[in-house]
Structure formats: structure tokens, C-alpha cells
């Protein structure tokens, strides 16, 4: 079907085939109205699967719904495409779907066939959700667009999709307020007030700058001290000394685990792992195939409850699987920040294996109420990471003594676990795998 409608200049890509279509920059710019008009366009020239995703949706109000259903209007194009209260159907068996990523991968592996994923607030995503997302959009010559405005330089998104893309199979196109032709006058007057009252609020939102750091991050200058001295780098797992793990058990069964090493008077945070909508027996697989030697499972308060539908607690669940743990003592938010504080200055992060926890303690941030900074972080996206580092930061500071080196306990051993543990040892070198203590 012939419908007519205009595109600025700058949108003029998305009808251009590439594998990722990468449109980011300040507020006003039209690039969620015009992604919506244009993949509902091709929807009415042939069939096409289209997923929007973003890190986190609780409901489909949250979603790009009601954007898609106005543009249907506003096109003219109701009498083409079904809007149903959670689905968009063409009558040629075009469809949008929605999805969070995050709490739902198991379901978003399962999508087949997706032509365009639609990924929106695509700067929220992180490394491991992409990791879900990329492989599921396989379909030939399917395509990954996404819309954004960003936040910090360091955000994984920003740094692959935009300084790391590939010309070959990326179109990357900065936008702001002056590429949209029907840039509203409301807006201009608050873009206006914003640039009088804040400029460096202006530059973010509406010139579509990075920011140096969030306003009222909780490690703010930590994080930033680590950065300029060098301690998020490449951080070498050293055999000689156990692994401990640092666990959130998270709300809505969102998992973040830290993997941590003690040596000298370092803390070496070696990886970070989280996932939602599993169960323990997962993270502890997770666990085994990092093939670390592990010292204590570092695990909450809220580990010695039961959980529905099981008769054991995850701490019983974790020793029975013949891991030693430790239940972190139980402190208020206040001390368990502080402690996590006290830790950073000794912290060395691994930046490749560590980004999303990373990602998440720059953007764990204090809730921000008439202008004025209260004393209660967010509890959002970063939440569970940021929570799984105050874990660490009280439990490792509460042990008096260090836990020795691999050598240390073998000494201690008994001579059948010696003996078990130098073969898993001798295995792991041999194959240059970890291995499992």
C-alpha cells in the first residue's frame, strides 16, 4: 500500500540496509518517532517480525506501544494494522512484539525469525543482555536498530555501537534538536531554560554530550580515583590464591555475583555475573565452569530463608554442592556503603570482565528529591550489582585473617584431599582451564 510520509535528512538510513542502525544524541531530535513510523512503513510493503526491547520493562506501558499505536494513527494506517493491548498486527502478518531483556532472556532466546529488533533506552542495555539479544536476531539480512540519548562515555553500549563500530556493517548518526524539522516551540523554551540555568544539564540532554558522572553517583569519587590510577585494567586471575564470590540474591530473582581475589593488600575483583529468572543450581554452574579454585561463597542475610517450592535454603543449597560459605553479616544500607568505601582505594577491576558491575556501580546513584540529594540510593537497574559490592565490602573487611594461598591449604589438607586437589590442579594447567576447589 502507497502512504505518504516525510523523513528529516539524518533518518533517511533506516531505509538503507545494515546490520545495526545506531541512532543516538540529545532530547528532541525525532528518533523514536521516526523509527516507529518507518518500521511500520515497511511493515505494510511486506511481512516483518519486529521485536522492541529495552533492559527493563515491567509492563507494556513501558514499552513503545502507545508510541507505534499513535503513529498507526497518524499515518492513517488503522485500518491496516490490529493495535491489541499488547501486540501490533498488519494484515499481512506483520507483527511488533515487547520485551525487557533483562528479567526475560530465557524468552527472548526463544524468538525465531525476528527481521528488526528495536532496541529503545538502548544505552541501558548491558554487555551480558546484549549477549542474549544479538545471537537471537540471526535471521538473513535482519537488522538491530537502535535509539538513545547517552549518559557516560564508559557505558558498554556507547563504547560498542558508537566508538567501536564498524563502518562495514553499522550506520552511526548523531542527532539532536537542529535535525528535526518539527522540532516543537514547547520543547524549545525548556531546551532555552535548561541551557540558561544548567549548561552542563544542557549539553547532556540536548546537545547529546557524554557526562563525566552521573549526578549523586554513591561512588562517585571512588570510581573515579580507580580510573585515574590505573586499577580498572586487565586484572590476571593468579592460581596460587582462592576465588571468593560476593552474592545479591536481588528481587524479582535477579543474581549478581562478584568474583574476588585477596592478594597481599590488593582486592582483585576478577569478573562480575548477574542473570535473573533462575534458580541457585544455575549460578552455581556458572560458577563451576569459570573453573576457579573458590574459597567461600560470600552469600546475604536472605540466604538462610527458604524459598517457595523448596525445601532447602540457598545457603544449604550451596554447601550441599561442597562449597564453604559465609553468611555476610547484616548491616544497615549506610554502613554497608561505607564499608564498600573503605575497600574501593585497594580495589583492582578487570574492565573486560567486569563491565557490567562495573556499569552498575557508576550508575548506582542517591535518589535526587526537589533538587536536593536524599540519603536512599535508587533501587533500579543497578540496584542488584551495586548491592552485590556492598556484600563484598562488609564480608571482606570482616574477617581477621587472610585465607591463605592453594599452597597454604594444601599443607593443610588431609592426604586424599591433597591428592584430589593436585589432580584437578594438574588437569587444569594441562588444559588451560580453571578448575574447581
Known amino acids: 500500500m502507497s502512504v505518504q510520509a516525510d523523513f528529516p535528512k539524518a533518518l533517511q538510513c533506516l531505509f538503507e540496509p545494515k546490520r545495526t542502525k545506531v541512532l543516538w544524541g540529545g532530547r528532541g531530535a525525532g528518533r523514536s518517532w521516526g523509527v516507529a513510523r518507518a518500521l511500520l512503513l515497511i511493515g505494510t510493503e511486506k511481512p516483518a517480525r519486529v521485536l522492541c526491547v529495552r533492559e527493563l520493562q515491567n509492563s507494556i506501558t513501558e514499552s513503545v506501544h502507545k508510541l507505534l499505536s499513535d503513529q498507526i494513527e497518524a499515518l492513517g494506517l488503522s485500518g491496516f494494522y490490529d493495535i491489541r493491548a499488547a501486540k501490533i498486527i498488519g494484515k499481512n502478518g506483520t507483527t511488533f512484539s515487547y520485551e525487557g531483556i533483562k528479567n526475560n532472556s530465557a524468552k527472548i532466546k526463544s524468538y525465531e525469525g525476528i527481521d528488526y529488533a528495536w532496541a529503545e533506552e538502548a544505552i541501558k542495555i548491558s554487555k551480558q543482555s546484549w549477549g542474549v539479544l544479538i545471537p537471537t536476531i540471526r535471521k538473513p539480512n535482519s537488522e538491530i536498530w537502535m535509539t538513545f540519548n547517552p549518559e557516560l562515555e564508559t557505558d558498554y553500549t556507547y563504547q560498542r555501537f558508537v566508538k567501536g563500530a564498524d563502518p562495514d556493517t553499522s550506520t552511526v548518526v548523531k542527532m539532536t534538536y537542529r535535525d528535526n524539522p518539527w522540532f516543537p516551540e514547547v520543547l524549545r523554551v525548556e531546551m532555552e531554560l535548561d541551557r540558561a540555568r544548567d549548561p552542563d544539564y544542557y ?20 570510581l573515579r580515583a580507580a580510573q585515574v590510577q590505573n586499577r580498572i585494567c586487565s586484572v590476571p586471575w593468579d592460581r596460587e590464591w582462592p576465588v571468593d564470590t560476593y552474592w545479591d540474591l536481588g528481587r524479582a530473582d535477579n543474581t549478581a555475583i562478584w568474583f ?3 592478594v597481599a593488600m590488593q582486592y582483585r575483583l576478577l569478573a562480575y555475573f548477574e542473570d535473573s529468572g533462575q534458580d541457585i543450581t544455575y549460578f552455581l554452574r556458572e560458577c563451576q565452569n569459570r573453573g576457579y579454585v573458590y574459597g567461600t561463597m560470600n552469600l546475604p542475610h536472605d540466604a538462610k530463608a527458604k524459598r517457595l517450592g523448596s525445601k532447602r535454603t540457598i545457603e544449604e543449597t550451596v554447601r550441599q554442592a561442597g562449597y564453604r560459605v559465609s553468611i555476610v553479616p547484616k548491616l544497615s544500607l549506610v554502613d554497608g556503603i561505607n564499608a564498600a568505601r573503605m575497600i574501593l582505594p585497594n580495589c583492582w577491576f578487570d574492565e573486560t570482565e567486569c563491565t557490567d558491575g562495573l556499569n552498575a556501580l557508576r550508575h548506582y546513584r542517591y535518589r535526587i528529591v526537589d533538587g536536593q540529594q536524599s540519603n536512599e540510593p535508587l533501587h533500579d537497574w543497578a ?4 548491592d552485590a559490592f556492598r556484600y563484598f565490602g562488609v564480608g571482606a573487611k570482616s574477617g581477621s585473617k587472610d585465607k591463605g594461598s592453594v599452597a597454604d591449604r594444601l599443607r593443610s589438607a588431609g592426604e586424599s584431599t591433597r591428592k584430589a586437589i593436585m589432580d584437578r590442579l594438574s588437569d587444569s594447567r594441562s588444559s588451560g582451564q580453571g578448575w574447581l576447589g
Open 260 to 262: 574476588t581475589q585477596r
Open 383 to 386: 540496584s542488584d550489582g551495586a
Open 203 to 222: 549539553a547532556n540532554v540536548w546537545e547529546g554530550h557524554c557526562l563525566q558522572m552521573l549526578e549523586g553517583v554513591v561512588y562517585a569519587k571512588e
